[in-house]
């Protein structure tokens, strides 16, 4: 990705992916890796986004349903997500995607505050928007995507 | 080696030299004329001071040369050890702390100052103080060790005596050149040093992890390998086995310390608390060599602490209090650790107040913790237990250590958060415990493979009991339910039950073929869990939730199985919760005894049956030998009646229906195969013929009115319906009037019982007992009637219930024993299931026994001895009470 030196200062890239069609993109430095569908434990009395439990290479890591995150509609018969592994400091996340997207770098100058037109939870989670030619990049705030501590 | 990991190694063995410095001033408070500690002590600042005066802490070496200046006074006998001392001598050691902290910080020694502290040190040291500073004596080498101090603090090296400063310099020099060299390793280095190395805990954390790894890994090979042929595969897989096996022991025990690590620092603090305060405490520490994975002794740091802190401040009492309640003025205070059923107990008791648990009630309610009626209700142990709620603390004034109300809850957390759990007794005005339970090791453990709904789940097998699985008869289910609850009855215990199905919102799958039940302990509450089915037992290395899962109770974590997929760890305590068998479960079972006792005493198991016209006829069980079932063929005739070879013996049959219909000797049909049930006195045994036995039911009974029927004692409510209740005796007698007959030889031989009591149902059954025994028995329904009948009869023991009306209990007794040839007879006091045996009070006299109404042994036997002691005729006027 060639990236525009006399532009930003520090050229974010992003790791894309799509969720119902949204368009959305995380720090790539924060992305540990992408896999296809893993075999998934459930985990019973769990909070719903949370799909189960995937084994990678020993660690066993949290999967999330980025649908059910995103509180978008549920994904149809016969789709099999795809996991993008994040990396935080208490371990590995996956979260479940529809389509892994390319990694791709993004002028500064288009960046934007989150539309009203996209619904109030997932607002919550992003952090802005670039306005790319023919798209809107919706940027998650991994921390408060992956945040959420199950009640009691 | 560079600067940083100079000072590191400075910090490190500073820090450890300032803990032993700690507990030595303590031990040495205890035994000022130790002479060998004092020189321990002095040692050991002296390294301090000579390793900041190399590494040019300047102010931290003024501190610790004022503090050595005065522990070589004391320990050159020239100053006595005080306690005043001996805090000045701790303050210098948290000054010092202090400046160790800023060092790790920020790399420098910072702009505290401690002239105050250095003043008053210089005070207790010598009235030689501040001018005469003598240029430094010594060889240029003893140069860091008087030369470096800053000037306004002036000289503090008294101007002492030659001897000293000569010494000194000695000291100091080799402690300089020691310095010099390249490591800073303790001048203490013992001969154990020389044999142990110092490892980064985060390394042996790795390597924990991957032995971890390891282990799965092996799991997996030996699950592949479970179905492969090849032999070389398999003994290279075994030996793989062995040495992950030992492996994992090895790494293991690199982590374990022992919990003395902990508690070295708390004579430090007791100390501190007790002089504080005003208290004299006695620390006792036993067990300190228990070992104890590092993590987890991380884990219970704070908390052990701020429960000592707890039991200085709220326990022990002032002396002054503790003498006027006749208890040494020192309180003591006791750790105790051992290992126990793969656990390790930590046990911290004091002999102070102990707690009340009136205040604890209220202190709770008032709180808003609980509701006045639930804590009216509870058990002791658990209004100590409303202890650990969050929110509570009964100190009457905030303290600076505990009573900010955040304390014991804490502490319950934390330890159960490493998987422990904490209880505390006391005995107000004796003292009080906490008791801590922690498992051995977190990371791999032996866990029971089950299986429910379609996943996979793993149960620790440490709160594993027992395994049952129940076979389900047709129809009849092995579970019974009580409240609601589904319960098992295991060994004569009411064993909560709770489906895993259920906890975890799985949709239920039929199980017919058996119920598998594993019972667990959470806490010390047992409970069965009902799983779909049961594995094999695994070692499973354990990894924890991520921060999304941990509030889920029900998990204590998640392992990788040996097909690589991931299994879910049950929280064996949580599932206990969350399904309400263990904690709602402590109102439920005094509930439940309590049912159970009561139904237990009207609960009698009958034999149920039905002859001729008469569908539904019962006997109590109790009274039945056997039931039996001949072939119509075998039965003969003999003597005009019917009988059956039978145990060797020959055995009456006689057919009910006749009896009852009053025609006795009317031929009657047997039907084919002959249903008998079996009555029995030991000597005779007859067979009484039935068209079909029906069923035993245990039941608890409500009888109707006594039935006039000849042969029929009443009717209740059995099994749901309507039931009559056959009359033995008279069944017996009319059956075979040698039953009761004895050659009259004999007969007055045979004891005569009275039997005293208002039901005639119940007075029927004992009276069928007693005579099946072979006594003879006298009825009596109320007190007048037993007078009378006592003055007619010879009677020699008396069974007598608490209820007799007119005259009951101790009435009936005393009444008796108004009349002279009545006195020396022993009554038997009957009573229900649940009555206790009264009190004798302040009667004159007493029971000879209590008994209950239903149960026959025990009443045989009691009659038995009673009447085999009063002997024939003759009886001692003595009163029965006396006999005792």
């Known amino acids: 990705m060639a990236t525009q030196p006399d532009r930003a200062v520090q050229a974010k890239q992003y790791a894309t992916f799509f969720v119902d069609g949204l368009f959305f993109g995380i720090d790539v430095l924060e992305v540990q890796e992408v896999l296809r569908y893993q075999e998934m434990t459930r985990v019973p009395l769990a909070p719903e986004v949370i799909e189960g439990l995937i084994n990678l290479r020993g660690q066993i890591v949290t999967a999330i349903d980025m649908r059910r995150r995103l509180k978008l509609r549920p994904r149809t018969d016969g789709q099999t997500p795809m996991n993008t592994v994040v990396r935080?400091?208490?371990?590995?996340?996956?979260?479940?995607?529809?389509?892994?997207?390319?990694?791709?770098?993004?002028?500064?100058?288009?960046?934007?505050?989150?539309?009203?037109?996209?619904?109030?939870?997932?607002?919550?989670?992003?952090?802005?928007?670039?306005?790319?030619?023919?798209?809107?990049?919706?940027?998650l705030d991994t921390k408060r995507t992956i945040g959420f501590a199950s009640g009691t | 080696m560079d600067d940083q990991e100079v000072i590191n190694e400075f910090l490190i063995e500073s820090n450890e030299n300032l803990a032993r410095l700690d507990q030595e001033m303590v031990e040495l408070e205890q035994r000022p004329k130790d002479r060998q500690l004092l020189a321990s002590v002095f040692r050991t600042i002296h390294t301090i001071k000579g390793t900041c005066g190399f590494l040019g802490f300047s102010k931290l070496e003024a501190i610790a040369h004022v503090g050595e200046s005065l522990l070589s006074r004391l320990r050159d006998g020239e100053l006595e050890l005080t306690p005043n001392l001996v805090t000045l001598?701790?303050?210098?050691?948290?000054?010092?702390?202090?400046?160790?902290?800023?060092?790790?910080?920020?790399?420098?020694?910072?702009?505290?100052?401690?002239?105050?502290?250095?003043?008053?040190?210089?005070?207790?040291?010598?009235?030689?103080?501040?001018?005469a500073a003598p240029p430094p004596v010594a060889p240029p080498a003893a140069k860091p060790a008087e030369t470096a101090l800053p000037a306004p603090v002036a000289a503090p090296v008294p101007a002492a005596s030659n001897p000293e400063t000569v010494e000194l310099p000695r000291e100091a020099e080799t402690a300089a050149s020691q310095a010099e060299a390249e490591s800073l390793t303790p001048q203490k280095a013992s001969a154990v040093s020389d044999s142990t190395i110092r490892v980064d805990v985060g390394l042996l954390d790795k390597l924990m992890n991957l032995v971890g790894e390891l282990v799965l890994t092996r799991n997996q090979i030996l699950q592949f390998n479970a179905r492969q042929e090849d032999t070389t595969l398999n003994t290279t897989s075994q030996r793989l086995n062995l040495i992950t096996t030992e492996l994992q022991e090895g790494v293991m025990k690199t982590r374990m310390q022992p919990i003395g690590v902990v508690w070295n620092k708390l004579p430090r603090v007791v100390r501190d608390l007790a002089t504080s305060s005003g208290k004299q405490i006695q620390l006792e520490m036993d067990g300190a060599d228990t070992e104890l994975d590092k993590t987890i002794i991380e884990a219970i740091k704070d908390p052990l602490t701020h429960i000592v802190r707890n039991c200085c401040d709220h326990g022990i009492e002032?002396?002054?209090?503790?003498?006027?309640?006749?208890?040494?003025?020192?309180?003591?205070?006791?750790?105790?650790?051992?290992?126990?059923?793969?656990?390790?107990?930590?046990?911290i008791s004091d002999d102070g107040a102990g707690v009340n648990p009136d205040l604890v009630k209220r202190k709770a309610v008032e709180k808003g913790l609980v509701r006045l009626d639930q804590v009216e209700r509870m058990t002791e142990r658990e209004v100590l237990a409303l202890i650990f709620l969050p929110g509570f603390s009964t100190a009457q004034k905030v303290t600076n250590v505990s009573g900010r109300g955040v304390g014991m809850d804490v502490v319950k957390t934390n330890i159960e958060k490493i998987g422990g759990t904490a209880d505390m007794v006391s005995r107000p005005g004796e003292g009080t415990t906490v008791k801590l339970k922690i498992p051995l090791t977190l990371a791999i453990i032996p866990g029971l493979v089950v299986k429910s709904g379609c996943e996979r789940f793993v149960i620790p097998q440490v709160s594993l009991l027992e395994l049952i699985r129940l076979e389900s008869d047709s129809g009849k289910s092995p579970i019974e339910w009580i409240h609601g609850t589904p319960v098992y009855r295991h060994r004569n215990r009411l064993l909560p039950i709770t489906y895993l199905s259920q906890v975890l919102g799985q949709p239920e799958t039929e199980n017919s073929e058996a119920v598998n039940i594993v019972v667990l302990q959470a806490e010390d509450k047992q409970f069965g869990l009902v799983v779909d089915g049961i594995q094999d037992t695994q070692e499973i290395v354990v990894k924890p939730l991520g921060k999304q899962l941990k509030g889920l109770s029900c998990y204590a974590g998640a392992t990788i199985m040996g097909d690589g997929r991931v299994a879910l760890i049950l929280d064996v305590l949580g599932i206990g919760q969350l399904s309400g068998v263990v904690q709602e479960s402590r109102?439920?079972?005094?509930?439940?005894?309590?049912?159970?006792?009561?139904?237990?005493?009207?609960?009698?198991?009958?034999?149920?049956?039905?002859?001729?016209?008469?569908?539904?006829?019962?006997?109590?069980?109790?009274?039945?030998?056997?039931?039996?079932?001949?072939?119509?063929?075998?039965?003969?005739?003999?003597?005009?009646?019917?009988?059956?070879?039978?145990?060797?013996?020959?055995?009456?049959?006689?057919?009910?229906?006749?009896?009852?219909?009053?025609?006795?000797?009317?031929?009657?049909?047997?039907?084919?195969?002959?249903?008998?049930?079996?009555?029995?006195?030991?000597?005779?045994?007859?067979?009484?013929?039935?068209?079909?036995?029906?069923?035993?039911?245990?039941?608890?009974?409500?009888?109707?009115?006594?039935s006039q029927r000849k042969g029929m004692l009443g009717s209740a409510v059995i099994g749901g319906k309507v039931t009559d209740?056959?009359?033995?005796?008279?069944?017996?007698?009319v059956a075979d009037d040698r039953w009761f007959g004895r050659p009259e030889a004999h007969a007055s031989e045979k004891p005569i019982v009275m039997v005293a009591e208002p039901s005639s149902f119940t007075r029927s059954i004992v009276r069928s007992s007693l005579e099946m025994a072979g006594y003879r028995v006298v009825e009596a329904a109320d007190s007048r009637q037993a007078m009378n009948e006592l003055e007619r009869r010879d009677v020699d023991v008396v069974a007598a219930s608490l209820d007799l009306p007119s005259a009951g209990g101790f009435r009936f007794l005393e009444e008796m024993r108004r009349v002279p040839n009545l006195a020396g007879i022993p009554v038997i006091a009957m009573g229900n299931r649940g009555d206790e045996r009264p009190a004798r009070g302040k009667h004159a006299v007493d029971f000879a026994d209590f008994q209950m109404k239903f149960d026959r042994d025990a009443m045989l036997e009691a009659v038995a001895k009673l009447s085999a002691d009063s002997g024939e005729g003759d009886m001692e006027p003595a009163l029965a009470g006396e006999r005792e």
């Open chain 1, 88 to 139: 935080t400091e208490e371990g590995a996340v996956s979260l479940l995607v529809d389509e892994i997207g390319d990694v791709i770098s993004v002028d500064e100058a288009t960046f934007e505050r989150p539309p009203d037109n996209v619904n109030p939870e997932a607002r919550e989670l992003l952090q802005g928007v670039y306005k790319q030619k023919d798209r809107l990049l919706l940027i």
């Open chain 2, 587 to 706: 109102e439920q079972t005094k509930a439940d005894s309590q049912q159970k006792d009561r139904s237990d005493s009207d609960r009698q198991t009958f034999l149920l049956f039905r002859a001729g016209p008469y569908e539904r006829l019962c006997v109590p069980l109790s009274l039945v030998a056997r039931l039996e079932e001949f072939s119509r063929s075998k039965v003969e005739r003999a003597g005009g009646q019917h009988v059956v070879q039978y145990r060797g013996k020959i055995l009456l049959l006689a057919p009910l229906t006749p009896i009852l219909q009053g025609n006795p000797d009317e031929a009657c049909e047997f039907p084919d195969p002959v249903q008998v049930v079996v009555f029995s006195n030991g000597e005779r045994s007859i067979g009484i013929v039935v068209d079909q036995i029906l069923d035993i039911v245990q039941e608890t009974i409500s009888v109707r009115e006594p």
């Open chain 2, 89 to 131: 001598v701790l303050e210098v050691v948290d000054a010092t702390k202090r400046f160790l902290l800023t060092i790790e910080a920020t790399g420098a020694e910072g702009d505290e100052n401690h002239d105050d502290l250095i003043r008053r040190l210089q005070a207790v040291i010598g009235t030689k103080a501040p001018a």
């Open chain 2, 318 to 347: 002032r002396p002054e209090v503790r003498q006027r309640n006749g208890k040494p003025m020192a309180g003591k205070l006791s750790l105790r650790a051992f290992h126990e059923g793969g656990q390790v107990n930590i046990e």
């Open chain 2, 725 to 733: 209740i056959v009359d033995l005796q008279a069944i017996l007698e």
